[in-house]
């Protein structure tokens, strides 16, 4: 009822002002007339404007034109003093715009991944479990199957396995990153080709039985020219002849954070493009990677007891190969087989990176803000004297405060808008094949965004309102007392808060980047137990060309006897897999002579086939024996060499030259002894490991390593041509040193302290204008003071150390607040820093100095000018 | 005056000197000035929001009428709900008179 009144007279509001004019027009003619005084009339009745003011208000509490005339006063207050308007929106545009390139980061990378895909947030990643081993592990096929036959709680369960192939382009071979997936994977994502179709049920049955594939939209778009009677045709992969029967919609880049897909085949094909043979009948072949869709309102903790129960039953029933196996659920953004995992730790702290960022930005608002309401206190009294009352000068400085964030949030949505692909560049190309990490800006990023920016405002608005609690009106309109330096006035307190807040937060940040540089140099420094410096590596994908065994086998023997005659080769070598490249390397259940394991240990221990000459071209060296040569070949004695630690662990260091080792079941001679160097990554501890000669287990090589002085690039052309000699439709991959494969895999903390350091300058950046202007205000308001000091006697020098010292008393408080929460906090860095103690003295003690010379900076201007105050004048004024 | 009352309370005073018939704004004004022996004199810029309030809430209803010295005046008429909101009022008001001469006797 109350509503409609309130609707009638939102449309009737002329005639209902013309009424209440009329009205009290009447009630004071009628005074006059009873008292027979005008004057008194008035006096009796008060103001009437405010009067007619509050009536309507009862109507409309909040007024329209209420609202556009702070608006028009606002903006004319922000084009009065441009500076600092500009310096206002530049401060927050960089904290709002941070938020919000942030915010939208961790929407598409790790709540929103996939373009396309419908009901993302019912999608949970799946995985194995083992018991007694820590993180994840695949599904087999027919767990897999179970699992979909089972589970009442799930609608669907989609297989995707990420792997590789080439793709031969005339005398250039692509690595092209495809998907393994079940035959309901574009059905259950909702994602529908734009040509021809998904996949059929059944496609995913049988042993090679369904050679098709469904093509990305690049792909199409590149190497198919968008030809429209694609559907139908064939393209070799992996040395089948595929028919292409779909073409996926723009956009959709398949289901993996990091990489976007370019071609799809069902399951059925798994073993043409991961080799191991036919998986899909045994259940001991893990190699799935799946997600499940939850069905509307079911948790994630129902879904899984009722997996959980499924994983029990199949404990039971394949005990062989099932007994101490698990199913786990992972929400989306904690997908451990994808870049999602890797990212979640830099992604964090980049969060509360730049919510410090914003802290800093609205303190430093705040002061300028502050600043300028000392100098409006004169308007505000006036406004006070003349009726307003305070709830109204609130509302209008809250305006003015918004109307700074708003301007400010429209141009961070800009500049997150123009970030939002720029995580991606931090990241190098892997094997020629870019990362795909797009931000995404959707209405939950703008709701955020818009979040901070109310928070802002608020923050911003109530800063110089809380100041009009103070105003007194009798004490205001006489002149004012001036600061003085390093008084406890109420309003410097204030300011100084704000201050030492913005230095704290700097301090905390610094810190921070500072202890992931120095990781980021150990890491650079590690000697990772292979030369990085005089070694190239690069591949010939053999399998994708559709070479087998023998054939392979045969190429590499010739493409090696070419590559070492090439001028400026010491030496080259074969192995399966390059240390630190994203490749896994095979385990083996291991047996040694007089090493006798406990009742419920399986001693197995990873390793790599290489190639004769193998160590010396790397340069991991040998404490013992001899390393592989040719002689070493499918028809000779089967040998090994192991490490140290495996030397330490199961031999007891005795030398083990001469002794045996049981590799998958079968005996071998321990040639030699290899120094332990880092295998999959610069972090891990040291662990035992082993070689195989590349002839005794079957695998072509697929890693050449090159030992030269030469450029890599040299290289490459001259490898080109080899190559393209023995066979004109190969290329081999990129060429890069060991030095870049190192750096390659450290680039989560490379990006870390990039983002870290930028961050952090800009802070520190703000702080020291936040400290500057500050200083700079108290000493224009403390005028009268220093003149009356330097009148007494005070030199130069006197009031340059009270002015600076005032400055540096605010860092120091600010260092010391900053170092104690830097000590509460640099842990959280956690698996980012390496090898550096999270309260690292260097690093605090630099980010220490770092500071005060900043602060040091930002005081000695104000304190110059203090020293050149005329006192004559001053007195006299 | 008028801003020195309990809160609430004019509007409860504005609707009694209603219940003696329907009055423009400067009649209340008087009525409540006559009544109280001169003791409340409200002013416009109580007097007017609170009829306001009174018209939003449905509890008054307005209607432009002739005065006795023959001029356009507004006049003002409870309504029933009006008459529901006033008994209300009496009721907490005497009870907070009750509870304030309790504590005023203490003292």
Known sequence: MRLIRRILYFFGQRRQATELAEEMDFHRQMLEQESGDRHAANRRMGASTLAREDARAVWFPLRLDNVLQDLRVGFRMLRRSPGFSILAILCLTLGIGANAAVFSWIEGI????????????????????????????????????????????????????????TLSLGDRAERTIGSIVSANYFDAIGVHPILGRGFEPGEDVGSNAHPVTVIGYQLWQSRFKAD??????????????HTIVGVAPEGFLGTFVGWGMQFWVPASMEETFEGGGYKLEDRGGRWIEAYARLKPGVTLEQAQQEISAVAKRLETDF??????RGIKLWPLWQTPFNNAGTLLPTLGIMLAVVVFVLLIACAN????????????????????????????????????????????????LLVAHWCRHALVLLFPARGGVAMTLPGEIDWRVLALSAGVCLISTLLLGLVPALQTRKIDLAGALKSEMSGVVGGAHGKSMLRSTLVVLQVSLSFLLLVGAGLLMQSLQRIRNLNPGFSTKGVLETAVDLRGAGYDLQRAVNFNEELLDRVKALPGIESAAFARNTPLSYGSYSSSPIAVDGYQPTPDEQPSVEYNQVGP??????????????????????????????????????????????????????????????????????????????????????????????????????????????????????APYEVISLQEQMDRSTSPQRVAVTLLGVLGGLALLLATIGLYAVMSYTVSQSSRELGLRMALGAGASNLLRLVVSHGLALTTAGVVLGAAAALLLTRLLGNLLFKVSPRDPVTFASAFIVMTVAAAAACFLPAWRATRTDPARILRD | MGNDLLPGTLDMLVLSSLTRGARHGYGIAQDLKKISADVLDVGESSLYPALQRLLLNGWVTAEWGASENNRRARYYKLTAAGRKQLAAENREFARMIVAIQKVMSCA
């Open chain 1, 110 to 165: 790790l709540f929103r991944p996939y373009q396309l895909v419908a009901h993302q947030e019912r999608l949970l990643a799946i995985t194995g479990t083992a018991r007694g081993e820590a993180g994840h592990t695949s599904i087999s096929w027919p767990d897999f199957l179970d699992l979909q036959k089972n589970c009442t709680l799930v609608d669907s369960f989609i297989v995707t396995k990420i792997m590789g192939t």
């Open chain 1, 613 to 730: 000459g193998y160590f010396s071209t790397i340069g991991i060296p040998l404490l013992s024996g001899r390393e592989f040569t040719r002689a070493d070949n499918e028809t000779s004695a089967p040998v090994a060499i192991v490490n140290d630690v495996m030397v330490a662990q199961y031999w007891r260091d005795d030398d083990p030259v001469g002794k045996r080792l049981q590799v998958k079941g079968q005996w071998r001679q321990v040639i030699g002894v290899a120094k332990v160097s880092k295998y999959q990554s610069v972090r891990e501890n040291p662990k035992p490991f082993f070689y195989l000669p590349l002839r005794q287990d079957s695998t072509p090589g697929i890693a050449l390593n090159m030992r030269t002085h030469l450029p890599a690039e040299t290289i490459a052309t001259a490898l080109a041509r080899e190559v393209h000699t023995l066979d004109a439709n190969l």
């Open chain 1, 319 to 324: 005990p062989a190969t099932n007994r101490g």
């Open chain 1, 365 to 412: 608002v705040g002061n300028l803000l502050l600043v300028r309401s000392f100098a409006r206190r004169h308007e505000m009294t006036v406004r006070v004297a003349v009726g307003a009352g305070r709830g109204r000068l609130v509302q209008q400085l809250i305006t003015e405060g918004m109307i700074l964030s708003i301007l400010a949030a429209t141009s961070g």
């Open chain 1, 228 to 241: 429209p009677n694609i559907i139908g045709k064939t393209q070799r992969l992996n040395g089948i002849e």
